[in-house]
């Protein structure tokens, strides 16, 4: 089993989760993070530190949210590992609650 990063992530890209990672599996994109679900060791330990709740554990994922765990997948392999907190984007805030932001996606 695996963690996955949701969409409200997007444009947020808070690294909280990261900081408490101990296994580094979390990447990170242009304006969203991503866990790769063969490093991530179900430690629970990110889920909590998402100040968006954007991370479920993939057995939590609603049937319109499943095609995130392919996509977190695919993007770790292509996105840098990201071992600590960095700050987030100046308007970060802005986006807490937005909805639908998978159309922000930059890859």
């Known amino acids: 089993m695996t963690f996955v990063v949701l969409e409200s992530c997007i444009k947020c890209k808070y ?7 101990p296994v580094d599996c979390f990447h990170e994109g242009p304006n969203y993070l991503v866990i790769d679900p063969e490093e991530c060791i179900d430690c ?3 889920e909590p530190e998402c100040p968006v709740d954007a991370i479920v554990s993939e057995d ?7 095609h995130f765990l392919e996509l ?3 993007l770790s392999k292509d996105w840098p590992v990201l071992t600590e907190k960095i700050d987030a984007p100046p308007d970060a805030a802005d986006w807490e609650e937005v909805t639908d932001k998978l159309q922000y996606l930059e890859r």
């Open 60 to 66: 939590d994922l609603r049937e319109d949210q499943q």
């Open 15 to 21: 690294t909280d989760c990261v900081e408490v990672c």
């Open 72 to 74: 977190n997948a695919e």
């Open 44 to 46: 629970t330990l990110c």
